[in-house]
């Protein structure tokens, strides 16, 4: 089993409508949760970043973090065409050894207008 | 300059040539990393350095060799790759040392290798 598993999509919906992005993971010890978005040709940027359970709000983006049944989410609302990327969740534990973060294939989403 | 810059954005080589890759991040942070990204899999992490000191090897080929001379530059040099080599090439840096958790990276926008 891979450590973080995520659905590579395409997942296609139209404008205005809420997305939900989804990461599972096995390794209970991760502590620390990130999204990231990826436009074509760019490097990813950090989009939201979590410590532990529980949700957190930035605008039309909120991420959830729900430990005991190690599963993360992306939720996005009133969803633009300019959000059409690739989303990647991302992962490491409290500390000790030198693998940093470990993430998911990535999500294709397209947002149609 | 802000942030993460690598250079060049484009490379194309054959087998037999030998090219680098340079990064430079603005930001002060003290780890600096070397990803691989190929279609349809995760992101590889390939080389890690902490404080200019290598502390992490994946396990890369010896056809990569990274150097890092100072904390806000990391280099890869590349010679005699493989067509299988072709990938997008991401530097990221985090403030704090890799494995501390919590270390956020911060990417630049890649290299986009060729190897024909």
């Known amino acids: 089993q891979k450590e973080v598993e995520q659905d590579p999509g395409p997942l296609s919906v139209p404008e205005g409508a809420i997305v939900s992005l989804n990461c599972t993971y096995s390794?209970?010890?991760?502590?620390?949760f990130m999204w990231y978005r990826q436009y074509s040709r760019k490097g990813p940027e950090l989009l939201m970043y979590?410590?532990?359970?529980g949700n957190k709000e930035d605008g039309r983006f909120t991420a959830q973090v729900d430990k005991s049944s190690k599963y993360i989410s992306l939720f996005i609302r009133d969803s633009q065409p300019s959000d059409s990327a690739t989303y990647l969740c991302?992962?490491?534990?409290?500390?000790?050894?030198?693998?940093?973060?470990?993430f998911g294939k990535g999500t294709h989403l397209i947002i149609q207008p | 300059e802000t942030g993460v810059t690598q250079t060049p954005r484009h490379l194309v080589m054959g087998m037999t040539n030998k090219k680098s890759l340079k990064c430079e991040q603005h930001?002060?942070?003290?780890?600096m990393y070397w990803y691989k990204q190929s279609a349809k899999k995760p992101l590889e992490l390939m080389f890690v350095?902490?404080?200019?000191?290598?502390?992490e090897n994946n396990s890369v080929p010896s056809r990569f060799s990274p150097e890092c001379p100072n904390s806000s530059h990391l280099f890869l040099h590349l010679h005699t790759l493989q067509p299988e080599d072709s990938a997008l090439y991401l530097c990221?840096?985090?403030?704090?040392?890799?494995?501390?958790?919590?270390?956020?990276?911060?990417f630049g926008p890649g290299t986009r290798l060729t190897v024909t």
């Open positions: 990221a840096s985090s403030q704090l040392p890799s494995g501390q958790g919590g270390d956020v990276q911060y």
């Open positions: 390794n209970s010890a991760f502590q620390y």
């Open positions: 979590t410590y532990s359970s």
């Open positions: 991302a992962m490491e534990g409290s500390g000790g050894g030198a693998d940093g973060l470990t």
């Open positions: 930001l002060g942070h003290n780890a």
């Open positions: 350095y902490n404080f200019k000191e290598q502390t």
